[in-house]
């Protein structure tokens, strides 16, 4: 899926990202923090959800931020976002499984399969693939 590097919200998860990188995760975080308090719209929500998901200490945390960027995605009129639905649905399915809710963990893990029709087909999206087909081996 192809993002404004125009849009604010996109700038300040990408310069967040870098800190990533450099293995800055506290300033990464208060950009991504900074992206959710600045989001004006379904898509900047969702992105700026997806982001302070990834630096939540606690399994529980981490569901509901991914769950809410999923939620956002899902209100988004564009075919584009179901490329980014698989990689909601494996980080929902993880969290779940790892809260040993196995039967939910499962659900999201077959969703996620579901829409791995609207993935590329590059390293990325191989990684997203695999990701699901070992999530369903350890839950079935």
């Not at 900047?44 to 509901?64: G, M, N, W």
Request: a negative charge.
């Amino acid at each position: 899926m192809q993002f404004d590097t125009n849009n604010k919200i996109v700038q300040l998860c990408g310069r967040g990202m870098m800190f990533e990188g450099e293995g800055k995760k506290e300033e990464a975080f208060k950009l991504f923090l900074q992206a959710w308090n600045e989001a004006t719209d379904d898509f900047e929500r969702f992105i700026a959800a997806h982001y302070v998901a990834r630096h939540q200490e606690s399994i529980t945390d981490k569901l509901k931020w991914d769950e809410a960027s999923l939620n956002f995605a899902l209100k988004i009129e564009d075919d584009n976002i179901k490329a980014t639905l698989p990689s909601l649905y494996l980080n929902i399915g993880k969290c779940n499984e790892d809260l040993n809710n196995i039967e939910k963990a499962k659900e999201n893990y077959e969703l996620a399969l579901s829409f791995t029709i609207h993935l590329a087909h590059d390293g990325y999206s191989n990684m997203i693939r695999a990701g699901i087909k070992k999530g369903l081996e350890r839950v079935t």
